[in-house]
T-cell receptor
């Protein structure tokens, strides 16, 4: 299996622009998670899905953030409009039946 | 807020020493715990897990200890190698979501 696949790996954008991060989970995993990692706050859970349905989005910082999972093999995290404080590494992870989370390599976002 | 934390942000050891990384959690309802390792520029990688009905679990060169009385978790790495240098996170399972602590940076010198 190819593992969790995220794109883009790096994104540099200007404040106010829309950012879309993409994730392909491991086939057969029914949970998908989005995390954000910064030096100050560590790994923060933003939102997670079960069978494509959002279960808990209480970690989404603001209305500027939205996430979708239109099918079992694809999810997006969108920031519109982006701000410099959104600069972070965004991780997608999917969950096996055993409970272990498998992470992607992350998308490093820099908002200027 | 976070319910999982680590006692020390950094740990420096010599190659061949045993390393112990500690973690305190606050949610007594947590039933599952995982240790992850994160190398620079990569996503966190599973090391070992333990369920709340156990107090010890061993893997290859790693052991996780769980003390539910004081809500403490530790990761022991035997014969630490330079390749073990990374950031280590403990995570607890709360209502099907994994909540992570801030991490301990392990530095191994030859």
């Amino acid at each position: 299996d190819a593992g969790v696949i995220q794109s883009p790996r790096h994104e540099v954008t200007e404040m106010g622009q829309e950012v879309t991060l993409r994730c392909k989970p491991i086939s057969g995993h029914d949970y998908l998670f989005w995390y954000r990692q910064t030096m100050m706050r560590g790994l923060e859970l933003l939102i997670y899905f079960n069978n494509n349905v959002p279960i808990d989005d209480s970690g989404m910082p603001e209305d500027r953030f939205s996430a979708k999972m239109p099918n079992a093999s694809f999810s997006t995290l969108k920031i519109q409009p982006s701000e410099p404080r959104d600069s972070a590494v965004y991780f997608c992870a999917s969950r096996a039946f055993t409970g272990e989370l498998f992470f992607g390599e992350g998308s490093r976002l820099t908002v200027l | 807020g976070e319910s999982v934390g680590l006692h020390l942000p950094t740990l420096s050891v010599q190659e061949g020493d045993n390393s112990i990384i500690n973690c305190a959690y606050s949610n007594s309802a947590s039933d599952y715990f995982i240790w992850y390792k994160q190398e620079s520029g990569k996503g966190p990688q599973f090391i070992i897990d333990i369920r709340s009905n156990m107090d010890k679990r061993q893997g290859q060169r790693v052991t996780v200890l769980l003390n539910k009385t004081v809500k403490h978790l530790s990761l022991q790495i035997a014969a630490t190698q330079p390749g073990d240098s990374a950031v280590y996170f403990c995570a607890e399972n709360i209502a099907t979501a994994l909540i992570f602590g801030k991490g301990t940076t392990l530095s191994v010198s030859s």
